[in-house]
Nanobody, 123 residues
Framework: VQLQASGGGLAQAGDSLRLSCSAS????????MAWFRQAPGKERDFVAS????????SYADSVKGRFTISRDNVRNTLYLQMNRLKPEDTAVYYC?????????????????WGQGTQVTVSS
């Protein structure tokens, strides 16, 4: 599975951005998916995850209430709606497909990764 993330760019604090992640083919019928992000000089951190049918989502405390993860299994696309952006949201954002139904926070739980899309938020 190849993943292509898009939608990043420059934003001001308080703005919104929507990231998309297109998969080259349909994943198996129970794969969880997630977004991670990596700021300069820092580790790649969990942002949000979603189960196959979208009924279960999970968020990092730092984005809870501001970001919304969703997916469209017909279009093989994962989304991240980011509202009320803050400068500390600046990072490269990566999408990932879980190993089986995994939707936890560990990077090791994800088998496929996109190339990342840069999000830069100015104050």
């Amino acid at each position: 599975v190849q993943l292509q993330a898009s939608g990043g760019g420059l934003a001001q604090a308080g703005d919104s951005l929507r990231l998309s992640c297109s998969a080259s083919k349909r994943t198996s019928s129970n794969n969880g998916m997630a977004w991670f992000r990596q700021a300069p000089g820092k580790e790649r951190d969990f942002v949000a995850s979603i189960s196959w049918r979208g009924g279960s989502t999970s968020y990092a405390d730092s984005v809870k209430g501001r970001f919304t993860i969703s997916r469209d299994n017909v279009r093989n696309t994962l989304y991240l709606q980011m509202n009320r952006l803050k400068p500390e949201d600046t990072a490269v954002y990566y999408c990932a497909v879980g190993r089986g139904a995994y939707t936890g926070t560990a990077r090791e739980g994800y088998a496929y990764w996109g190339q990342g899309t840069q999000v830069t938020v100015s104050s």
